[in-house]
């Protein structure tokens, strides 16, 4: 089975292709502050690796509001054009960590961080949004490994690791396929709008 995979939850994005447990593409790339339409033209160049996909999977998050939207968005279009099988895994369990149990933790902004157990790549109970006071006597003396996903104030120490496009590709046929009128990113809080200025009298 063809896999293609998209990464783009935090600023160190990615795609890949995956076939009988291989990788066999597979493009990095930076979308700071989520801007994750670069994707397009990174599609386009590996064009040729992924024509003939039967799978798509994408990571869901926490991260990025605007990088999850256009993944998502992507995915869903991809399944409703072509019928193909759609998957999605938490990006949090995709860490680049040399193991599969960890902790992963990440700014949430707003002076909260989030933190999320993974298990043999799964996610084990609900992503907890912490102060950092609280972040810091949950991690510690933790066991498993903490990761941080990016940077996050404070907490500079911790080893960091990124979600990998790769490894959502291997994880992916062993994913149940979602419903795509149930699919969409995980947001640990509303997105933050501006509401528009009213109308000068």
């Known amino acids: 089975m063809n896999t293609l995979a998209i990464e783009i939850s935090s600023a160190a994005a990615g795609v890949a292709v995956a076939a009988g447990g291989e990788i066999t593409a597979l493009r990095r790339f930076e979308a700071p502050r989520g801007r994750g339409a670069?994707?397009?033209?990174?599609?386009?160049?590996?064009?040729?690796?992924?024509?003939?996909?039967?799978?798509?999977?994408?990571?869901?998050?926490?991260g990025s509001y605007n990088g999850l939207r256009v993944a998502c968005a992507l995915a869903g279009a991809w399944q409703m054009a072509l019928g193909v099988d759609l998957v999605a895994a938490?990006?949090?369990?995709?860490?680049?960590?040399?193991?599969?149990?960890?902790?992963?933790?990440?700014?949430?902004?707003?002076?909260?961080?989030?933190?999320?157990?993974?298990?043999?790549?799964?996610?084990?109970?609900?992503?907890?949004?912490?102060?950092?006071?609280?972040?810091?006597?949950?991690?510690?003396g933790a066991d498993p490994a903490v990761y941080r996903v990016g940077d996050l104030p404070g907490f500079a120490s911790l080893p960091a690791a990124r979600p990998d496009a790769g490894i959502l590709a291997l994880l992916a046929p062993r994913l149940i396929p979602v419903d795509p009128d149930r699919f969409g990113p995980i947001y640990l809080k509303p997105p933050h709008i501006t509401p528009p200025r009213p109308p000068r009298t």
């Open 38 to 62: 670069e994707v397009f033209s990174v599609l386009a160049a590996m064009r040729a690796s992924w024509h003939g996909t039967e799978r798509v999977a994408v990571g869901i998050g926490p």
């Open 90 to 140: 938490p990006s949090c369990c995709l860490l680049d960590a040399p193991e599969d149990t960890y902790l992963a933790a990440g700014d949430a902004r707003g002076g909260r961080i989030w933190l999320a157990r993974v298990e043999q790549r799964r996610l084990n109970g609900v992503i907890a949004l912490l102060t950092p006071d609280e972040f810091r006597l949950q991690i510690e």
